[in-house]
């Protein structure tokens, strides 16, 4: 008698009625490409030029850093793919190669030294590795902080992603549909039957899940009775709260001001101000100071040769409209000056190199004097 129920448990057990059909999801990466991807986005719509004598120098350079770094890539997608590496690899290398294109290197090996240049060999890109060694004067260097951005986030991750998993396997629980299928010992015990019998199971929950109506034949032997889940079911609100802490923790470090990275739209100035200042503008500037160290001479920096960078300005011209207006007025900046700070190019009108003070910026005697002679007249 034992034997024969053990033989019945086993002809239950070689059903598949219980499946895992859990997903893995992929909190950490998703936070981290969403942060990443925001700043690389925003800094990929940069120009990078070099001004000389207060003029933009439109030279082959200009075509690299803007328009195409090399046959591979656009500009935008360079950028990005800077961003992405400087990020989450917490440094990034970019080599020139022989035809003067720009190249981002996928691994390398950095040798470090006290007093001289460090070095890079085994520079890899996608297939290729370069046999020559490179010295740290010869390539663009960057590197984000002291510490790498991933392996902080690790350590996060372990009590978030152990929550997070814990939260999504407790409302599968609450929601999942339980049900018995009860079979008559008499049926036969070969894997034939076997088959069949999980294929007509399948067909008919597939059946009770894709159609709004759906018809079962009752048969001998066979019945199939749903559990009654006696739990309500609850919002998964937790699930998104946890998400978005982790989402939280990983803009933090970032810059990223939270209301903006969540699409808040009331008082969206303040965040995106905040954002530029914070978190781009660094960003920018490790940029450009790598940029100055490696593409300009020391001689010609300090003669007012250098390289500069104008960031996506989250304002136009006509927002600013009454400021450009009252600054220009009080004297305060002149024409070229005003266009420079508006992303526009110098003009050689002289007049926009000229400071205007309108009467009501002057002293009062002055403005009066002027009313009088108007009267006059």
């Not at 549909?177 to 076997?194: C, P, W």
């Not at 079962?216 to 609850?234: D, H, I, R, S």
């Not at 989402?247 to 933090?252: I, T």
């Amino acid at each position: 008698m034992v034997k024969s129920r053990n033989k019945e448990l086993e002809f239950m057990f070689n059903f598949d009625l219980i499946q895992d059909t859990s997903n893995k999801i992929h909190m950490k990466q998703l936070a981290i490409q969403t942060c990443i991807n925001m700043i690389g986005r925003t800094i990929s719509q940069s120009e990078f030029y070099v001004k000389k004598d207060k003029k933009i120098v439109k030279d082959e350079m200009y075509y690299r850093l803007n328009v195409r770094p090399n046959p591979n890539m656009s500009a935008s997608q360079f950028w990005q793919t800077v961003v992405h590496k400087l990020i989450y690899d917490n440094e990034c290398l970019i080599i020139q190669s022989d035809t003067e294109d720009l190249l981002i290197a996928d691994s390398f090996t950095r040798i470090e030294y006290a007093l001289v240049n460090d070095s890079f060999k085994d520079v890899t890109i996608k297939d290729y590795t370069f046999s020559r060694t490179f010295q740290m004067s010869d390539v663009i260097y960057l590197e984000y902080s002291n510490k790498k951005l991933s392996t902080l986030l690790d350590g996060l991750y372990a009590d978030y992603g152990e929550l997070f998993g814990r939260i999504i396997e407790f409302q599968k629980r609450k929601n999942q549909i339980r049900g018995l299928v009860n079979v008559e010992a008499s049926y036969e015990k070969d894997e034939k039957t076997q088959r069949r019998l999980q294929a007509y199971i399948d067909k008919i929950y597939k059946a009770f899940i894709d159609k709004s109506v759906a018809f079962v034949p009752q048969q001998k032997g066979f019945k199939l009775e749903e559990l009654k889940n006696p739990t309500q079911v609850q919002s998964v609100d937790e699930v998104a709260k946890v998400a978005d802490g982790f989402l939280n923790q990983v803009a933090k470090p970032l810059g990223i001001p939270i209301a903006l990275l969540h699409g808040d739209m009331v008082d969206v100035e303040k965040p995106t101000r905040n954002y530029m200042t914070f978190c781009i503008d660094p960003f920018l500037k490790k940029i450009r100071d790598e940029l100055n160290a490696k593409m300009i001479d020391k001689k010609e920096y300090l003669a007012g040769k250098k390289m500069e960078v104008k960031r996506v300005s989250y304002s136009n011209m006509f927002d600013v409209a009454t400021a450009v207006d009252k600054l220009r007025s009080s004297g305060t900046v002149n024409g070229n000056e005003l266009r420079e700070e508006l992303g526009l190019e110098r003009v050689d009108d002289p007049m926009m190199d000229k400071y205007f003070i309108t009467k009501n910026y002057q002293e009062s005697s002055e403005a009066l004097k002027g009313g009088e002679n108007k009267d006059e007249a």
